[in-house]
């Protein structure tokens, strides 16, 4: 047992580390890469905030859940910044491309988060052999993916612009 949250100890900021680079080398650079890191801790938020609703001790199932949450909350806001930043590549302004970005991935976001959640309760709340396990790995996940959802559906448009306007205001006055 100590080992293996010694182990957690070093693969979960690793884990984090990697999902940043891939991220970077999505984007190509360190804004939008930190603008889609902001997903992570409102998941874990959420992932710790399911497991005191719970009353489920941190574990280390609970760390693996932890890894897998915060790959899932990178992924549904990275359909959601992608499509904005295409649309904006299209020739959209910030505004009408955040709009429309964010009503046009409301749909694929929700359903993400919904079928990934869905298929969690299963394991929430299961009695039978190796539950003790199963249940700290899907609270977490399900917790972190509801507050991840919000967060991408409502805050990281607002990030997004705020983050941006500087290219906006930039660009016009270069004009």
């Known amino acids: 047992m100590i080992s293996a949250a010694q182990r957690l100890q070093i ?3 690793v884990a984090l580390g990697l999902i940043f680079i891939l991220l970077y080398t999505m984007f190509g ?3 939008d890469g930190l603008l889609m890191f902001t997903d992570v801790p409102f998941a874990l938020t959420g992932g710790i905030f399911a ?5 489920i001790p941190l574990s280390i199932s609970a760390g693996v859940g932890f890894i897998a949450l915060s790959g899932v909350a990178v992924l549904n806001g990275l359909v959601m910044l992608a499509f904005i930043r295409g649309l904006r590549e299209k020739g959209l302004s910030l505004d009408d491309a955040i709009q429309t970005g964010a009503l046009t991935r409301l749909r694929p976001v929700l359903m993400t988060a919904l079928v990934a959640s869905i298929g969690f309760v299963p394991m929430a709340l299961a009695t039978g052999t190796g539950a003790e396990v199963q249940r700290p790995l899907a609270t977490v996940v399900i917790g972190g993916i509801l507050s991840s959802t919000a967060l991408t559906l409502l805050v ?3 990030l997004y612009r705020i983050v941006h306007r500087r290219d906006v205001s930039n660009s016009e006055t270069s004009a």
């Open 11 to 13: 693969v979960i900021p």
């Open 29 to 31: 650079n360190v804004r």
């Open 51 to 55: 497991l005191w609703l719970r009353d």
């Open 156 to 158: 990281l448009p607002v």
